[in-house]
């Protein structure tokens, strides 16, 4: 299995361009999500779903969307990028555990966003 | 209060020793917490989980979980350099919605 793969590894941005980011993983995994990382500030959900055709916000949707069309697919566009958005992006997914809660995370190794 | 409370460091600690690395959170409805290490400049990667309260140990690595006193812990036996990297707590309630919540992670550097 590759777990879960995104790309690009790197990119960089100018103000109000668009872009979209790539996940995939090939565990059936029902849960998917994005998260973004900066200094001082932890992880942080931006948008998260749990299966095909079902998407919701999480803690810093604005600036950003999602769909998910497929189990293993979950990109995240960014509408207009702004520098507020330069940051590492990670994709995570895992099963959904009983009651729907969600279970252990699985990352994937990260997007390096600048936006100048 | 942030849900969940971790000293960012940096921890740097010799080649050998034991390293204690601790989160407080303060959602008594918690009840699945894990550790996650990630190296620079890759992503995160479970390393230990538990339910509920107790200790767990694998290998170099014992995760001790007090929920009376919204506290848990991550012990690292015989540290090595390779054991350099953030270390990031994280938990759930384990209920329908409930996302699971990260601290902001421990950057630890063991010293050869």
């Known amino acids: 299995n590759a777990g879960v793969t995104q790309t690009p590894k790197f990119q960089v941005l100018k103000t109000g361009q668009s872009m979209t980011l790539q996940c995939a993983q090939d565990?059936?995994?029902?849960?998917m999500s994005w998260y973004r990382q900066d200094p001082g500030m932890g992880l942080r959900l931006i948008h998260y779903s749990v299966g095909a055709g079902i998407t919701d916000q999480g803690e810093v949707p604005n600036g950003y969307n999602v769909s998910r069309s497929t189990t293993e697919d979950f990109p995240l566009r960014l509408l207009s990028a702004a520098p507020s958005q330069t940051s590492v992006y990670f994709c995570a997914s895992s099963y959904m555990g009983l009651a729907g809660s969600t279970d252990t995370q699985y990352f994937g190794p990260g997007t390096r966003l600048t936006v100048l | 209060q942030k849900e969940v409370e971790q000293d960012p460091g940096p921890l740097s600690v010799p080649e050998g020793a034991i390293v204690s690395l601790n989160c407080t959170y303060s959602n008594s409805a918690f009840q699945y917490f894990m550790w996650y290490r990630q190296y620079s400049r890759k992503g995160p990667e479970l390393l230990m989980y538990t339910y509920s309260s107790g200790n767990k140990e694998d290998g170099r690595f014992t995760a001790q979980v007090d929920k009376s006193s919204k506290y848990i812990s991550l012990f690292i036996r015989d540290s090595q350099p390779s054991d350099s990297a953030t270390y990031l707590c994280?938990?759930?309630?384990?209920?329908?919605?409930?996302?699971?919540?990260f601290g902001k992670g421990t950057r630890l550097h063991i010293l050869p």
């Open positions: 994280a938990m759930s309630a384990m209920n329908r919605d409930d996302k699971i919540i």
């Open positions: 565990m059936n995994h029902e849960y």
